[in-house]
């Protein structure tokens, strides 16, 4: 049996490392620098909420022996035949991209490295960084040769938080190599991890323009669902039932217009190729037509309701996307800097979070008891409990915008409210 570390327990790497340890072909370790997570897996228990079937997956690990957390990444890898790599790559204030995390990773797999290893990298990266930045990074510390002493592959991580799981099944597993036996051993490691179609690409730097590439698609796609949510409203027409009948056009496929984009993926990739010389154009514009959408909402109600100034606004959702805990880039981020320039005071809601988590942002962690205070709200992650929403407790609130158009227009009018949506009115 062979042993496998994957390097980063987190949304991603833990469902990976539980997939591989009840395959039934590897033994795995998981290496991360965060000792409760280690400490949680070692007990059996994930520390990941909301993923289906991963609860169990982690648990049946434990119970076989087959998957061990440990915050020595070196040692882990010395022993391993394979090491998957999934610590994350951020982009800072201004875009530029921050490496810490995963440099300081690539530098520990360096140190353990033995000859024959397959390091395989799953993280989102600029074309080129598996050759010429960690490749070259792990010849220099272990001394080894790329290609012939260890090998070298990158396979992006296309899944989708809530359902990690299933796509990791469903999804074709996208694979590239350094050389011929590189692809040969990551081929081999997937067919075997995942059981899924395997769609090999000719270059590691074809593999990670993959993912950047479809990154980019979404955020172009849904600023262009949003430009033309913004003329819709300002005819009239509502933008949901226009994409509905122009995509049963086989070559329509717009998205969905919103307050936002957000998460550790669509704002952030595109910024992997604006970046990279890639300054003007389509990708950019589209990353500020996004981000402009939650100061277009706040102009939307302000339209309706006049000045903000001591007004209280409640938003619904501190993640960017309902039903997965994540904050990272949240349209409501957005939407606080929008309010908070106005003076508006401003309440946050999200089942997800504690309400020392949510005053971090500098507002107000909403309770029942200030139901009676709001006088407007906006809907930005459409969380599961939400679907149950009693609106009438809302006593004072005179509208509700509906950032992902979800909500029952009928029933909130009903109350005596205004309903205005990204591209319905
Ligand atoms: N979350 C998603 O929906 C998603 C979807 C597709 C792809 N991805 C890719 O997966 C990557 C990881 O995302 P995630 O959501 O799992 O991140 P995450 O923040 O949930 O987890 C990252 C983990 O890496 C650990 N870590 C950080 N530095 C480390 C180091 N030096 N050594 C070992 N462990 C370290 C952290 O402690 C954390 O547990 C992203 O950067 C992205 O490229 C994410």
Do not use: W
């Not at 005053?359 to 599961?384: C, E, M, R, T």
């Not at 009438?392 to 029933?411: A, K, P, T, W």
């Amino acid at each position: 049996m062979k042993n496998v570390t994957v390097v980063g327990l987190g949304k991603i790497g833990l469902p990976l490392a539980a997939i591989f340890a009840n395959c039934g072909h590897f033994h795995v370790y998981g290496a991360d620098i965060n000792k409760l997570v280690v400490d949680q897996v070692n007990q059996g228990i994930s520390h990941v909420n909301n993923e289906p079937g991963l609860d169990e997956l982690v648990a049946k690990a434990h119970q076989k022996k087959s998957l061990e957390a440990t915050i020595n990444t070196a040692e882990a890898v010395s022993k391993s035949d394979i090491v998957v790599v999934i610590v994350p790559v951020l982009t800072r204030e201004n875009g530029q991209i921050n490496y810490q995390y995963i440099d300081s990773a690539v530098e520990e797999i360096a140190k353990g490295i033995k000859m024959g290893t397959l390091v395989t990298f799953e993280t989102t990266l600029p074309a080129g960084d598996t050759r010429n930045r960690f490749g070259k990074t792990i010849e220099k510390i272990s001394g080894l040769t790329m290609g012939k002493d260890f090998f070298l592959s990158y396979s992006p991580e296309r899944v989708y938080s809530n359902r990690i799981i299933k796509d990791l099944s469903s999804y074709p597993k996208v694979v590239s190599g350094y050389n011929k036996r590189s692809l040969e051993l990551a081929t081999d490691f997937y067919k075997k991890g995942l059981n899924c179609e395997i769609l090999q690409v000719s270059t590691l730097e074809s593999a990670e323009f993959t993912k950047v590439a479809e990154c980019v698609y979404r955020d172009v796609n849904i600023a262009l669902a949003n430009e033309l949510a913004i003329y819709a409203n300002n005819l009239d027409i509502n933008i949901m039932e226009v994409i509905k009948a122009a995509n049963s056009e086989p070559y329509s496929n717009i998205h969905l217009p919103g307050v936002g984009v957000g998460g550790h993926c669509i704002p952030v990739y595109p910024y992997f190729f604006i970046n990279n010389g890639m300054h003007e154009g389509l990708t950019t514009l589209s990353r500020k037509i996004n981000d402009s959408m939650a100061e277009y909402a706040v102009e939307l109600i302000e339209e309706i309701i006049g000045s903000l100034k001591d007004k209280t606004i409640l938003i619904l959702g501190l993640s960017f996307r309902g039903n997965v805990k994540e904050p990272t880039k949240s349209s409501t981020l957005l939407l606080i800097e929008a309010l908070k320039e106005r003076e508006t005071t401003v309440c946050v809601d999200d089942p997800l979070f504690n309400p020392d988590e949510i005053s971090k942002y500098g507002v107000i962690p909403f309770s029942n008891q200030l139901a009676d205070q709001i006088d407007a709200i906006i809907l930005q992650a459409y969380h599961d409990e939400y679907q149950k929403i009693d609106f009438s407790v809302f006593e004072n609130c005179s509208l509700i915008l509906d950032g992902r158009n979800v909500l029952n227009q009928r029933e909130i009018e009903n109350l005596g409210m205004k309903y205005l949506g990204i591209g319905i009115k």
